[in-house]
């Protein structure tokens, strides 16, 4: 099992930035590749970023690529988004996701454990 708890949400005007931070601990971090989802009303839960395992692989949504940066410290057992140059269209919750496997998924299927989400809202 792992655990994973989200923070650093919270409301910003268009153009500012927040970064995501996800603690994670149960089964070894360092073995799991993870992930960033979101999820705005009404909508389905969509994929915006994941990173592998040794963090050597990351992959973006089209519309998150060149605003939002995923990383991870093995060592801190954390996950981060930096989100940059936010838009209205970037409102959601923002969910962590780990996955039993070392290499990336893009898809909500691929990962295996959750956390609760955090609130991120961009005004206009």
């Known amino acids: 099992q792992v655990q994973l708890v989200e923070s650093g949400g919270g409301l910003v005007q268009a153009g500012g930035s927040l970064r995501l931070f996800c603690a994670a601990s149960?089964?070894?971090?360092?073995?799991?590749?993870m992930g960033w989802f979101r999820q705005a009303p009404g909508k389905e839960r969509e994929f915006v970023a994941a990173?592998?395992?040794?963090?050597?692989?990351?992959d973006y949504a089209d519309s998150v690529k060149g605003r939002f940066t995923i990383s991870r410290d093995n060592a801190k057992n954390t996950l981060y988004l930096q989100m940059n140059s936010l838009k209205p269209e970037d409102t959601a919750v923002y969910y962590c996701?780990?996955?039993?496997?070392?290499?990336?998924?893009?898809?909500?299927?691929?990962?295996?454990?959750w956390g609760q989400g955090t609130q991120v809202t961009v005004s206009s």
């Open positions: 996701a780990a996955r039993a496997d070392k290499r990336i998924a893009v898809v909500p299927a691929g990962f295996d454990y």
């Open positions: 990173i592998s395992w040794l963090g050597g692989t990351t």
């Open positions: 149960g089964r070894t971090f360092r073995n799991n590749a």
